[in-house]
């Protein structure tokens, strides 16, 4: 503005804008504001975008020689970085998504707002609600194995609330989707916490680990880890790109003494700057939660603002004349407008209309009207921008934000049906594989080997109600009788199923005796009428 207004006067040239030379370490600073601001520009070089994550000080110690990674991952990822710098308009996209890995601690501040955390909390609390059940295939018609399986299972029950497996397991599954990465630690008795000792590879199974010796488990946040080493030459290999032993913090420890999760896996080419993790649910929501607070934001200020006063006051005068600063910076009038009274005369029409008093104004020379700005519509957008943040984790609106739907016979069964189903299928994808380590590892200490019988599976989310339960269960009862009277079953093999099917009454109950007589004529008399005084007195 001050050479605008001064344009008469001889212009200066600007001095010349040099862009300074950035080292390596500048271009990676420039690279971590642009993904944790959204802005910033692309970085120069596209290599920064596959090159290893980068742990905080003190998370890598001082490997052991025989521990080192070889020079054949070195020039793999040389070489991945050398086809990077002919991909700068791939990688341009990108970048410009957001898609870079934001790193541990952005991510760590997006869990702290409820629009982010809020999903991740919902499925890792869905996902171990209703928990496990633990099974034998020995419960049949057998007393003996019938009281075995159960004081097994019962012991099992036991030392998995004794290391609180629910917990860790609702903890892992939490890191997963906040960070992109989930560690549980299996703590052994009398393995120190040095590298020397957690290095040694962990074999759960009778000929190595001892009875007894688990002693705890434990999470672990990502941005105490990194990867030591890993195979990066022959992708036909079991462990390429799958790190053999990880850093904790300056302790090495093997992969096989942690449990690790990543509910959403990046390529492997992006692996390394991922920490060998995956995307986080945070960074996928981002932009719709971004979307989503800026509509909110927007209607709130409508809201605040949706009347506004229109004062008509007497603005006679040249308002063309002399506008703008004079040389000594000073505000010029406004012909024989006296600013300052106007300004004042609308300082006051504004504090008079927000207290909702009386205005008063010149009946000859003011006039005062309010223009209200239409509030419909506002609903719609603010839901559907919710939805969209709803939709990316495939949660109902009803379970992420407790609405109910409206309209005749509208009800969520469905949707929640849906999202059960999605929670069964994330459950045998990213909790099984943990949870069936730990089922061993918890055979191996409390009996020193493991039961094949024994198995656990995932109690669905849908239940039926008492009443669905008992209609299943007569029309299985007819059936049965059906078999029985047909010859096909004996009555012994049909009270084995009943003491062994989940679903059954009779689950559980001693069923190995012999049936009973059947009931008398009179008897069958007497049955066949209190059924129907109690169908009766339903209807």
Aim: with cysteine; charged share 25%.
């Amino acid at each position: 503005m001050k050479h605008w207004f001064s344009r008469n006067r001889e212009r200066k040239p600007l001095p010349e804008r040099r862009e300074p030379v950035l080292s390596r370490s500048d271009r990676r600073m420039n690279l971590r504001s642009f993904r944790g601001h959204g802005s910033g520009g692309l970085p120069n070089d596209p290599r920064l975008a596959f090159d290893a994550y980068k742990p905080p000080e003190g998370v890598r110690g001082k490997a052991p020689d025989a521990l080192a990674m070889d020079s054949g991952n070195l020039e793999a990822v040389a070489d991945m970085g050398g086809w990077a710098a002919t991909a700068a308009p791939v990688l341009r996209d990108y970048f410009e998504d957001g898609l870079a890995f934001l790193g541990y601690p952005q991510l760590a501040q997006m869990a702290q707002r409820a629009e982010f955390r809020k999903p991740c909390e919902v499925i890792a609390r869905e996902a171990t609600r209703e928990w496990i059940e633990i099974r034998s295939d020995k419960q049949g018609a057998d007393v003996g194995e019938n009281d075995g399986a159960a004081q097994r299972i019962g012991e099992i029950e036991k030392e998995f609330e004794r290391l609180n497996v629910r917990r860790v397991i609702r903890t892992h599954v939490l890191h997963g989707l906040l960070y992109g990465l989930g560690h549980v630690w299996i703590g052994i008795k009398d393995a120190a916490l040095t590298t020397q000792a957690q290095s040694q590879p962990l074999v759960i199974g009778e000929n190595g680990m001892r009875k007894g010796s688990l002693e705890r488990l434990a999470n672990i946040e990502p941005i105490w880890t990194t990867p030591n080493s890993y195979n990066a030459n022959n992708p036909l290999a079991r462990n390429f790109y799958k790190p053999d032993n990880w850093w904790v913090l300056g302790t090495m420890v093997d992969s096989s003494r942690l449990l690790t999760t990543i509910p959403y896996p990046v390529s492997q080419i992006l692996v390394p700057a991922f920490n060998f993790g995956g995307q986080s649910l945070t960074q996928l929501l981002r932009a719709y939660v971004h979307n989503y607070l800026a509509t909110r934001n927007s209607t709130a200020t409508i809201v605040r603002n949706f009347s506004k006063l229109v004062l008509k006051t007497d603005m006679t005068g040249n308002m063309q004349t002399d506008i703008g600063p004079g040389m000594d910076a000073q505000p010029m009038p406004y012909g024989d407008v006296d600013m300052a009274s106007v300004q004042g005369r609308a300082a006051y029409m504004q504090d008079v209309s927000e207290g909702q008093g009386t205005i008063v104004v010149d009946k000859e020379r003011e006039d005062a009207s309010i223009i209200a700005t239409p509030l419909s519509g506002l609903d719609s957008l603010q839901a559907q921008s919710m939805e969209a943040m709803a939709s990316i984790p495939g949660i109902p609106l009803v379970k992420l934000f407790g609405i109910q739907p409206t309209g005749l016979n509208a009800s969520s069964d469905g949707e929640i049906r849906v999202f059960y189903d999605e929670i069964s299928a994330f459950q045998e994808a990213h909790i099984q594989p943990a949870l069936q380590r730990i089922f061993e590892a918890v055979q191996i200490h409390l009996w020193g080997k493991i039961d094949p019988d024994l198995s656990f599976r995932f109690v669905p989310l849908w239940q039926m109600d008492e009443k669905q339960l008992a209609e299943i269960e007569k029309i299985k009862a007819d059936l049965v009788a059906l078999l029985i009277t047909a010859g096909v079953i004996a009555p012994e093999e049909a009270r084995e199923q009943q003491a062994t099917d989940e679903r059954s009454i009779f689950r559980g109950v001693n069923l190995s005796g012999p049936p009973p007589d059947p009931p008398a004529p009179e008897q069958m008399n007497g049955m066949e009428d209190l059924m129907k005084r109690g169908e009766e007195e339903e209807e």
